[in-house]
């Protein structure tokens, strides 16, 4: 399963934008797809996850009132609204995918084992 994100670029500090990540592949084998982002010189850090059958939801406190995770079921496509964007959110974001029975911890990046290749957001004040 190959996953590719799109939607990053340049917005200004209160700005919006929607990153979409879209799985290809010929079954589709998550059980949860996540957002996470990282800086330069900073660890990767979770920002957003979606459970693929019920849709439930989990955010980083940085994020979690100015950010919607949603999913496309039938497309198999992950998006990230975010709004009222600041600086340090400034970021590559990558979107993963974890299996059932990686375990619990969905804001660990260990529980994750697809990848996209990320997108970059720039945020200019």
């Known amino acids: 399963v190959y996953l590719l994100e799109s939607g990053g670029g340049l917005v200004q500090t209160g700005g919006s934008l929607r990153l979409s990540c879209a799985a290809s592949?010929?079954?589709?084998?998550?059980?949860?797809m996540a957002w996470f982002r990282q800086a330069p010189g900073k660890e990767r850090e979770f920002v957003a996850d979606?459970?693929?059958?019920?849709?439930?939801?989990c955010y980083a406190d940085s994020v979690k009132d100015r950010c919607t995770i949603s999913r496309d079921y039938f497309k198999n496509t992950v998006f990230l609204h975010m709004r009222s964007l600041k600086v340090e959110d400034a970021a590559v974001y990558y979107c993963?995918?974890?299996?059932?029975?990686?375990?619990?911890?969905?804001?660990?990046?260990?529980?994750?084992?697809?990848w996209g290749q990320g997108t970059e957001v720039t945020v200019s004040s």
């Open positions: 993963a995918g974890k299996v059932p029975g990686a375990g619990s911890t969905n804001y660990q990046a260990a529980t994750y084992s697809s």
């Open positions: 592949g010929r079954d589709f084998p998550f059980s949860n």
């Open positions: 979606i459970s693929w059958s019920g849709g439930s939801t």
